[in-house]
């Protein structure tokens, strides 16, 4: 048994482990990521349990993406760094930092953990890495009232409005859990664009869209409130509801609160918004995550339904492949 020890960073975090990895190296299961990193660090909770799925990469699939990142750091001179931004759905760093760059010489991997809108954060682009790999979708949409629309609600503690403020009046802060509002996805999708072409302008760019989602795996409140969004019937009431509860972040009546919801049309709409957002930027490459994970519900936990890692090295070999094409 082997230990090869690194240090990463993942949603603000810092962590050195051991990770231990089978003398032979024939697959990756679920087991080694739990053996990196401990349940009680809660930076790579979240990632150990959108690894409950254990998926088993082939010694042939692992050792061709070797190669195909070995061509593509041969071509900047023998030596390559990739900035990958976002949050738990970049789980594919986790993947080429253990299978790929621990065999790939003059490759490195660096994590950045985000949670937020991309450009609200400051990111060490000196020197510029040779690409970034970067994208937010999750983690500005909600599930009303199972996930609060308010911007930035938690669950426990921090104050996300004054207490006798209108939208809160009456609501139990103690209970609220909810994501950032970024604006018009639109607008931080292009915003982000301009940060990343004038801050590090010699880097390669590559947005990576928002996973598709599988709310049939959805359990308990979740569950409960998903039926009633994709229920008709109870749709205008749904958003007549959200829309009182945040009333700030809808303000825009071409805003539409349905449409930032956890569910596959959402993150559709994600998709495309990008694909359009990006088109006066030609520099800016996409790395379509959702095409890659649409229809995979086997492919995530049966209680997930956002992630899915067994799909990293596909989204992998997708990013190797977009860092050496023209276009």
Same mark, same amino acid.
């Given at each position: 048994?082997?230990?090869?020890?690194?240090?990463?960073?993942?949603?603000?975090?810092?962590?050195?482990?051991a990770l231990r990895l089978a003398s032979s190296e024939s697959f990756v299961t679920k087991t080694h990521y739990e053996d990196a990193f401990p349940l009680e660090d809660p930076a790579m909770a979240a990632y150990i349990r959108a690894s409950a799925v254990n998926y088993n990469v082939s010694p042939e699939t692992v050792k061709e993406i070797q190669e195909l990142f070995t061509t593509f750091v041969k071509k900047n001179g023998g030596k390559? *760094?990739?900035?990958? /931004?976002?949050?738990? %759905?970049? #789980? +594919?760093?986790?993947?080429?930092? $253990?299978?790929?760059? @621990?065999?790939?010489?003059?490759?490195?991997?660096?994590?950045?953990?985000?949670?937020?809108?991309?450009?609200?954060?400051?990111?060490?682009?000196?020197?510029?890495?040779?690409?970034?790999?970067?994208?937010?979708?999750?983690?500005?949409?909600?599930?009303?009232?199972?996930?609060?629309?308010?911007?930035?609600?938690?669950?426990?503690?921090?104050?996300?409005?004054?207490?006798?403020?209108?939208?809160?009046?009456?609501?139990?802060?103690?209970?609220?859990?909810?994501?950032?509002?970024?604006?018009?996805?639109?607008?931080?999708?292009?915003?982000?664009?301009?940060?990343?072409?004038?801050?590090?302008? *010699?880097?390669?760019? /590559?947005?990576?869209? %928002?996973? #598709? +989602?599988?709310?049939?795996?959805? $359990?308990?409140?979740? @569950?409960?409130?998903?039926?009633?969004?994709?229920?008709?019937?109870?749709?205008?009431?749904?958003?007549?509801?959200?829309?009182?509860?945040?009333?700030?972040?809808?303000?825009?009546?071409?805003?539409?609160?349905?449409?930032?919801?956890?569910?596959?049309?959402?993150?559709?709409?994600?998709?495309?918004?990008?694909?359009?957002?990006?088109?006066?930027?030609?520099?800016?490459?996409?790395?379509?995550?959702?095409?890659?994970?649409?229809?995979?519900?086997?492919?995530?936990?049966?209680?997930?339904?956002?992630?899915?890692?067994?799909?990293?090295?596909?989204?992998?070999?997708?990013?190797?492949?977009?860092?050496?094409?023209?276009?």
């Amino acid at each position: 048994m082997s230990f090869v020890y690194f240090t990463i960073t993942f949603l603000g975090l810092t962590s050195s482990h051991a990770l231990r990895l089978a003398s032979s190296e024939s697959f990756v299961t679920k087991t080694h990521y739990e053996d990196a990193f401990p349940l009680e660090d809660p930076a790579m909770a979240a990632y150990i349990r959108a690894s409950a799925v254990n998926y088993n990469v082939s010694p042939e699939t692992v050792k061709e993406i070797q190669e195909l990142f070995t061509t593509f750091v041969k071509k900047n001179g023998g030596k390559a *760094s990739i900035l990958v /931004i976002g949050d738990s %759905t970049m #789980s +594919v760093a986790f993947f080429l930092e $253990k299978w790929i760059a @621990k065999k790939v010489e003059g490759l490195d991997i660096q994590l950045t953990g985000n949670k937020g809108c991309v450009q609200d954060q400051l990111y060490n682009l000196n020197p510029p890495p040779t690409a970034i790999l970067y994208g937010v979708g999750l983690h500005v949409l909600h599930l009303h009232p199972a996930q609060s629309c308010l911007d930035g609600a938690k669950m426990k503690g921090g104050v996300v409005a004054p207490p006798d403020s209108e939208q809160l009046r009456g609501t139990d802060q103690s209970k609220l859990k909810g994501n950032k509002d970024c604006g018009m996805y639109n607008d931080m999708v292009r915003e982000a664009a301009e940060y990343f072409a004038k801050e590090a302008p *010699s880097s390669q760019l /590559i947005w990576k869209t %928002t996973n #598709s +989602v599988c709310s049939d795996a959805f $359990k308990g409140a979740f @569950k409960e409130e998903i039926q009633k969004w994709h229920d008709q019937s109870r749709r205008q009431e749904m958003e007549e509801t959200c829309r009182a509860a945040c009333p700030a972040r809808y303000a825009r009546e071409d805003r539409v609160c349905g449409d930032e919801i956890y569910d596959r049309h959402s993150t559709e709409l994600q998709r495309n918004t990008t694909y359009d957002a990006l088109k006066p930027f030609p520099n800016v490459k996409i790395l379509d995550a959702f095409k890659i994970t649409d229809n995979q519900c086997d492919k995530t936990d049966t209680e997930d339904g956002r992630h899915y890692v067994g799909l990293d090295p596909e989204v992998a070999r997708a990013l190797v492949n977009l860092l050496m094409s023209e276009k």
